[in-house]
């Protein structure tokens, strides 16, 4: 059964057409977080959430926000794609287990910008 | 800064055993995670390292040495279903994952 759920798995969306992403998971882990990640190239973090409280990296676009309503869901928002954010976005959720953590992500939500 | 090393790319053979080299230099340390990823899908968690030592789990084992700054992924009996990617990310002060390139692996018949 599919623990970390993200929608839509595939988004084509026109250059400065707001676009909404979706992430919802069933663990009810408190840590969660948003990644891009290009083509050969390492997940870069967008945000992270600790329960409720919000980080986002300092290197984050001001184009890309983020919500999350509840424990269970997780939403990213891109105001204005440009041809430069079209990637894979990767949600994941982390939880600590003792003195290890565990972490899974969805399968992504791949974005083209058009 | 923050750095993790990897190799870019490693080829072996089915049935061999391949060891993927992780060095890295993070602002505090609070674990290692290697992850396996297949081209267009997500990365799938593989194993946690936050003390020296080797931890075993079946065909994959991961090594960790705090003092060197170093891990390394051993994978045994190698199938082809292995060829992915192998990332290595390390957990900082921040609890903030720092990820390596990964490392493509590609298994030859």
């Known amino acids: 059964d599919a623990m970390v759920i993200q929608n839509p798995r595939y988004q084509v969306t026109q250059f400065g057409k707001p676009v909404t992403l979706s992430c919802s998971q069933t663990?009810?882990?408190?840590?969660m977080y948003w990644y891009q990640q290009k083509s050969s190239q390492a997940p870069k973090l967008l945000f992270h959430?600790?329960?409720?409280?919000?980080?986002n990296e300092a290197d984050t676009p001001d184009n890309f926000q983020s919500r999350r309503p509840n424990t269970s869901f997780c939403f990213l928002d891109i105001r204005s794609p440009g041809l430069g954010d079209a990637a894979m976005y990767l949600c994941?959720?982390?939880?600590?287990?003792?003195?290890?953590?565990?972490?899974?992500f969805g399968p992504g939500t791949r974005l083209t910008v058009t | 800064g923050q750095n993790i090393d990897q190799p870019t790319e490693m080829t072996a053979t089915e049935g061999a055993i391949v060891q993927i080299n992780c060095t890295y230099q993070?602002?505090?340390?609070?674990?290692l995670f290697w992850y396996q990823q297949h081209a267009g899908e997500a990365p799938t968690f593989l194993s946690y390292n936050v003390l020296d030592g080797l931890e075993e789990k079946g065909r994959f084992s991961s090594f960790l040495s705090r003092s060197k700054g170093y891990s390394y992924l051993l994978l045994k009996e190698l199938q082809m279903k292995d060829s992915a990617s192998y990332l290595c990310a390390v957990m900082d002060s921040n609890y903030q994952l720092i990820w390596g390139a990964g490392t493509k692996l590609i298994i030859k018949p």
């Open positions: 959430y600790y329960d409720k409280d919000f980080n």
């Open positions: 993070t602002s505090g340390f609070n674990g």
């Open positions: 994941a959720t982390q939880v600590e287990r003792g003195s290890s953590y565990e972490q899974y």
């Open positions: 663990l009810n882990h408190n840590v």
